[in-house]
């Protein structure tokens, strides 16, 4: 998630709004303090305007 942002230049806060989540727990997600659930990855995913599946493969085999 948080490659994917940076690659927009987004803060936490522009994808909490446009993934419609709160920013906090968005940041304690990136730092793998807090889980995500499939929904709220949906919503993540959505908001930037990628697949779901993206998001679950690791950061080196994202680009």
Do not use: H, P
Request: include cysteine.
């Amino acid at each position: 998630m948080r490659l994917f942002r940076a690659e927009r230049g987004w803060s936490q806060e522009r994808l909490a709004a446009e993934a419609g989540l709160n920013r906090t727990y968005l940041s304690a997600v990136e730092r793998s303090e807090q889980n995500i659930s499939i929904d709220n990855l949906y919503r993540v995913a959505k908001g930037l305007g990628i697949e779901s599946w993206q998001l679950l493969i690791n950061g080196e085999g994202c680009k």
